[in-house]
């Protein structure tokens, strides 16, 4: 017999990817142009020009062994300085290659530094809705998720915060800009946070670090700011990837940052550096890393996702829908129009329009659209939305 929570979660799998894989099903029954899938948070925009010229130009001008073979398990050091440097120049900081480890993406990321944080038993506090990965990472080295919900704006409550932090709480994870709401914590917020996680630490004596997953952080709009963490809260680990920023999701490539000011700095890097040898990751894949070192500072189309973020809020709301209006990210949050989310996404497929359950993140009462989709895919979508919404006599009404 196989491990036991696995079967569990073969069957009650991820909402996101069982949506996308039914609409491959749909589409080849009615056609790609007659499916209206928004479930995947799959970058429709390319990969700048430049990533394309910098590809072709290490593959080609590059020597095998330093192409293809292994490096350090904490990555290049070039990279890693380079990684440094330009953060320094960008939010005025000071750190060093030996500050930063290339990851296998984000997913990599969390997952090597919580095997170094997590004791068995230790907590790990997240927000609600949020990533749904996230519990799947905290239990598979022994952690404890605890979720705090948020209010009607989906920002965190420090208040709320503060008194959910226990003697066994090790970390807290926030995704900023927010997977699924697309809302961007602000400089108030997160120095609110920052209070709180600082002094209820010096109550229990206990280091607690506020691990920043930020693969979404250059998607903001309407002139929206995302602060860097590091410069609020002393004990701030950074998760980063280049899946969202260079549209570059498959290719798996990421960093840690580690600031030589967290409590135990040292003894993190170099534990979080076995970790990502021992987890199997070894290092991250060389050619990418290679990539994003000569393309840091490059910048996918953002203008596309929001023209497609205003042309789908617009959409629906003109319909009647309830949306939450989105400031970063390239999903737009929805409210149900009936309570049971997951009974209104089946509802919706009856009009090929796929959906993800707010369920799936831990808040019922909403669904998840990403708009990182073909622009007329969403207006060709709209017609179906509006056939959808007359299935609903008064908003809210079906309960």
Not at 183 to 189: I, M, Q, R
Not at 190 to 208: F, N, Q, T, W, Y
Not at 254 to 267: F, K, N, Q
Request: net charge negative.
């Amino acid at each position: 017999m196989i491990n036991a929570s696995l079967i569990e979660k073969t069957r009650s799998g991820s909402a996101i990817r069982a949506m996308f894989e039914e609409g491959k099903r749909l589409a080849s029954l009615y056609g790609t142009e007659y499916v209206y899938d928004f479930s995947l948070g799959n970058p429709s925009v390319p990969a700048p020009d430049s990533v394309k010229t910098a590809l072709a130009d290490i593959v080609e001008n590059t020597e095998p062994l330093a192409l293809h073979g292994y490096m350090s398990n904490a990555g290049y050091e070039s990279t890693r300085k380079a990684v440094a440097d330009d953060l320094n120049r960008r939010f005025g900081t000071a750190f060093s290659a030996g500050n930063v480890i290339m990851t296998v993406g984000a997913a990599g990321g969390l997952n090597v530094i919580l095997r170094t944080l997590l004791n068995p038993g230790d907590e790990v506090i997240v927000f609600a809705p949020f990533f749904l990965e996230y519990g799947n990472y905290v239990e598979n080295y022994g952690g404890v998720l605890k979720i705090v919900d948020t209010g009607e704006d989906f920002l965190p409550d420090s208040e709320a915060l503060y008194n959910a932090i226990s003697g066994r709480t090790k970390a807290v994870i926030i995704n900023n800009p927010n997977n699924p709401t697309g809302a961007v914590y602000d400089e108030a917020c997160i120095k609110r946070l920052a209070e709180a996680l600082d002094r209820r630490g010096r109550e229990l004596g206990e280091s607690i670090y506020l691990i920043s997953d930020e693969p979404y952080r250059e998607l903001c709009y309407d002139g929206a700011e995302v602060p860097f963490l590091t410069k609020y809260y002393r004990n701030t680990i950074v998760s980063y990837s280049w899946s969202k920023s260079l549209s570059l999701p498959g290719e798996r490539i990421g960093y840690l940052l580690i600031p030589s000011e967290c409590d135990e700095a040292s003894l993190i890097y170099d534990a979080a550096v076995i970790a990502n040898r021992i987890l199997g990751f070894v290092n991250a894949p060389a050619l990418q890393q290679r990539l994003v070192e000569r393309c840091l500072g490059e910048e996918t189309d953002l203008e596309y996702y929001d023209y497609n973020r205003k042309a789908l809020y617009k959409g629906l709301t003109d319909i009647g829908f309830e949306c939450v209006y989105p400031r970063g990210a390239f999903y737009l949050w929805m409210k149900s129009p009936e309570k049971d989310d997951r009974a209104f996404c089946e509802r919706a497929k009856k009009y090929n329009i796929l959906l993800v359950p707010g369920s799936g993140f831990k808040r019922s009462g909403y669904v998840r659209l990403a708009y990182c989709v073909d622009h007329a895919m969403i207006m060709r979508s709209l017609d179906a939305f509006k056939k959808l919404f007359t299935e609903y006599d008064n908003y809210g009404k079906r309960n």
